[in-house]
Nanobody
């Protein structure tokens, strides 16, 4: 079975930082393209960024220069380092991968940016 488990969310003040983790099992993680998504209250889930098996990353414009996605294939974990957080970054953050034509999601981790 494929499992994705996110952790690291919490409450942070504007300008602060958080690092989210996503531990993956059940797939060949080293070959997987991993994505980070977020969903703000009342909004649709949106892609934040992705990382390929070759560690090539892409981000949406609103997080470029602030967020960094990385991966540790030994630990089967992908990370989302978030710096310079602002209230617009508030939401539930999910990691995602596709395997054999199916989408797999973690349960999400809540990020609240507020003073």
């Amino acid at each position: 079975q494929v499992h994705l488990v996110e952790s690291g969310g919490g409450l942070v003040q504007p300008g602060g930082s958080l690092r989210l983790s996503c531990k993956v099992s059940g797939i060949n993680f080293g070959l997987a393209v991993m994505g980070w998504y977020r969903q703000a209250p009342g909004n649709q889930r949106e892609l934040v960024g992705t990382i390929t098996d070759d560690h090539i990353t892409q981000y949406i414009d609103s997080v470029k220069g602030r967020f960094t996605i990385s991966r540790d294939n030994v630990r089967r974990t992908t990370y989302l380092q978030m710096n310079g957080l602002n209230p617009d970054d508030t939401g539930v953050y999910y990691c995602n991968t596709k395997n054999r034509g199916r989408n797999f999601w973690g349960q999400g981790t809540q990020v609240i940016v507020s003073s």
